[in-house]
Every structure is written in C-alpha cells, then in structure tokens.
T-cell receptor, first 111, second 114 residues
Framework: QKEVEQNSGPLSVPEGAIASLNCTYSDRGSQSFFWYRQYSGKSPELIMFIYSNGDKEDGRFTAQLNKASQYVSLLIRDSQPSDSATYLCAVMDSSASKIIFGSGTRLSIRP | NAGVTQTPKFRILKIGQSMTLQCTQDMNHNYMYWYRQDPGMGLKLIYYSVGAGITDKGEVPNGYNVSRSTTEDFPLRLELAAPSQTSVYFC?????????????FGPGTRLTVL
C-alpha cells in the first residue's frame, strides 16, 4: 500500500513567521509532488507542484523535495491569517495515473 | 468554462438506498477521479478513469461503482448505502499525458447515510 504521511497538527504559527509543513512518501518511483490548500468546507486547490530535487519558489511559498530521503516540504514565509487552512501533500504514483493524498496538516496563523 | 461540476451538493440517504453522484467537466480532460473525504482526514481515491470506457479501482472501491461512457461525465453509483459511506465526495479531472498532472476539483457532495 503506497502511503503519504503528514503530521495532522494543528500547527500554530504567529503572523509574519515561517510555517514549515512536512510530508514523507513510500513509493520510490514517484515522480511528481503536489501541495494543495483546503479551506474548511471547500474543495482543495493546487498551490505548488515540484518534480525535481531541490527547491521551487513561488511568491511566499517554497516547496522542497529530497527524493533520496522521500521527503517533501512546504515553507510559507511571512505567514498571514488567510494562510490558515489544511495543507494536503499529494504524490503521483509510479504508474503516473493516480495521485495519493496525505491526511493533511491543519495550519493556524495567530495574529 | 464551468470546470468540474457536481450534483447534488447535499443528500441524506437511508440505509440500503441507492443513488448516483453526478460529475461533469467541460475542459476535455481525459483523466477523472472520485475521492471521499471523511471529517479531519485526507482524500481517499475511490475510482479513477484515464479515458472514456476505461475505469480502475482506487484505494477504497468497495460499495461503489462507476462508468465512463463519455469524456465529460463520470458518475459514481452507491448501490446499498451504509453509514460508513457518510462523507464528502469530490470529483476531479486532469489533463492527459503530462507529469504535471494538476487535478481540478469540483465543489463536492456532502452525503449523510442514516
């Protein structure tokens, strides 16, 4: 059973600080990795995608990938109250036909 | 473009009843997916399809059936509803043949089985 593991949280971070979210995966053949944000009662929306080892930056968001350690992380700089949501890590499996989701980390930004 | 649409938004079923959750996308995506999300949990893949006429099981297919007769539509059928199927159901679609396989989600169907 291919798995994607996340700490469920809640992770509480003061406004303006860096929030760090982590994810590990079991399928060594996985090629693509995603971070989705989900507000309460809403559907998930894609915020970051990464497929190469290293860092990928987009505005206040940085995704980091380490395939040797099977580890993906998401950093949110200058955290805002609007960043309070559940963040879902997702991994495309080695068949490249389906995406497996982690259970999500609930992030709370306190003013 | 409407994107991915799902109907109904809410439904209450009695144990043993059946229903079909509708999902339609207008982006000409070949890949479509059904997920369920239990409270405080992530998404579990129920079934997926890589094109019209082709479906395959995901992580939690028991109690569900799907069909894919057209590119646009991917209905999910519950034959004998059970309380364990109380969940939020999301349909998603994605483009074909790319390692950047972003999924576009519908708004969800909140199902309660009593």
């Amino acid at each position: 059973q291919k798995e994607v593991e996340q700490n469920s949280g809640p992770l509480s971070v003061p406004e303006g600080a860096i929030a760090s979210l982590n994810c590990t995966y079991s399928d060594r053949g996985s090629q693509s990795f995603f971070w989705y944000r989900q507000y309460s009662g809403k559907s998930p929306e894609l915020i970051m995608f990464i497929y190469s080892n290293g860092d990928k930056e987009d505005g206040r968001f940085t995704a980091q990938l380490n395939k040797a350690s099977q580890y993906v992380s998401l950093l949110i700089r200058d955290s805002q109250p609007s960043d309070s949501a559940t963040y879902l890590c997702a991994v495309m499996d080695s068949s490249a036909s389906k995406i497996i989701f982690g259970s999500g980390t609930r992030l709370s930004i306190r003013p | 473009n409407a994107g991915v649409t799902q109907t109904p938004k809410f439904r209450i079923l009695k144990i043993g009843q059946s229903m079909t959750l509708q999902c339609t996308q207008d982006m000409n995506h070949n890949y479509m997916y059904w997920y369920r999300q239990d409270p405080g949990m992530g998404l579990k893949l129920i079934y997926y399809s890589v094109g019209a006429g082709i479906t395959d099981k995901g992580e939690v297919p028991n109690g569900y059936n799907v069909s894919r007769s057209t590119t646009e539509d991917f209905p999910l059928r519950l034959e004998l509803a059970a309380p364990s199927q109380t969940s939020v159901y999301f349909c998603a679609s994605s483009p074909q043949g790319s390692s950047y396989n972003e999924q576009f989600f519908g708004p969800g169907t909140r199902l309660t089985v009593l």
